[in-house]
């Protein structure tokens, strides 16, 4: 009997009602994970210093590293674990489950193992002077332990939203948001722990979030399983095919905050890259934003193109595309309108430099808003249709091969700041590449894939 055929509420339920629960309960969930980073850097800026945000910049390509690996298991795992259940191929989809929270525990705590031991060779890949390690090394001592907790939520979180449960998924990191904002209060605030602080926020915070997700695992009517018994080799290898674009895009902010890094060092000093870390922030907020919409469309494509209902994939794809319009027009209205003032949120007044850097920052970067969710969009949808060439395409042009290339042009051309103009090209010409992959190779077309991960039924 075909999924259609029991009623399956993913491929039967309306799509207009569907959408936005799942989008809007994805927003939700990005949205308290985006409140909680802003909130670290409201008191680390605010009562650490400029410095601090500096130092916890300069560590985040390290931290995209391992989030991208643990995306391409969340999203090409879950992406592929929908398809099964769309199938009903109930145990397949359980075994990748526990498969992929295993392997992403395992990569996380080699990573903190490693980076505990020889900290000295992520320094000084990471390009950081000298001034700013001790703050680098106060941090990252905690986060180490906070990562492998935050990455194993991360991988989990997805899951359970393919079995059909976002609302258990998006309170367990609602409450984890909300602890963490409080720690913050009590740690850096009222304590007054500096760095230190803020990750044994995080790391209490994500303690908190697993055990509320945790909760999934008692309710009965649920469809996935975790089952371990025995490491599903060949779905295993197709997960990791198809989130590839994913993990890209992940990398991708590494290695371009690496490289922003390294050249606002040359540029500005210490100063630039506390500057950055402020827009940063924003960008951010703004990917997250587009990305809560775009999450969305992961399950509903996967279940629908796995049940054989194209149309419904199209109507997906259709209402992701016009609230993304609205957002974008939201966005960037408030940076032009507002943008010089916000730098002041983070900083104290007497960081006037800083402050005017990270204005002048923004005035170059808002356009990228205009772009980045429809690039995301095309992406995310040919990752759930199972097509990672086109979807790691997109990821390499705005991610990497763009960004990267532009920046050391304009770099070499210009002695000034001028290079963050990549940023906001690299997503414009990204998008006419993916609007040309869209009309070579239409999105909604394909026939649900031939599953090969597992023989049981």
Partial sequence: MSVVERGHPMVQTPVLPLFFRFAGQALISLLAITSASLVDGLFVGNLV?????????????????????????????????????????????????????????????????AAT?????????????????????????IMNMALVIQLVTMVAYYFIRSDGHPELATRALIGGALCNMLLNGLLVGVLELGLAGAAWATL?????????????????????????NGYPWRDMAAVWRNGLSEGVNEISVGVVIWLINWLMLDAVG????????????????????????VDGVHPLVSHNQGAGRPDRVRQVVKMAALTLAAIAVLMTSL?????SRIPALFLDTDEQHTLILASHYLAIIWPLFLFNGFNM????????????????????????????????WLANRFADTSFLLALPLAEGLTLALALLLVLKTPITTKPPCQHTGGTEH
């Fill in 49 to 113: 210093g400029a410095d601090a945000l500096a130092a916890v910049t300069l560590l985040v390509p390290y931290f995209t590293l391992l989030f991208a690996l643990a995306l391409v298991l969340a999203i090409g795992g879950s992406v592929r674990a929908g398809h099964h259940l769309g199938a009903g191929n109930a145990m397949a989809a359980g075994r990748l489950f526990g498969a992929a929270l295993l392997t992403i525990a395992l990569l996380a705590m080699l990573a903190g193992v």
């Fill in 117 to 141: 031991l020889w900290p000295h060779l992520l320094f000084d890949a990471l390009g950081a002077p000298a001034r700013l390690r001790p703050l680098m090394a106060e941090y990252l001592g």
């Fill in 204 to 228: 209490l915070a994500q303690l908190i979030q697993i055990l509320l997700l945790g909760r999934y695992f008692q309710r009965p009517e649920r469809t996935l399983r975790l089952r371990l």
């Fill in 270 to 293: 210490p100063d630039g890259v506390a500057a950055f870390s402020i827009v940063n922030y924003l960008i951010f907020t703004g990917v997250m934003i587009c990305y809560g919409i």
């Fill in 335 to 339: 940076l032009l309108l507002a943008g």
């Fill in 377 to 408: 969009l095309i992406a995310v949808t040919f990752t759930a249709l199972q097509r990672p060439l086109p979807s790691a395409l997109i990821a390499f042009s705005r991610g990497l091969i763009l960004p990267v290339g532009l920046m050391l």
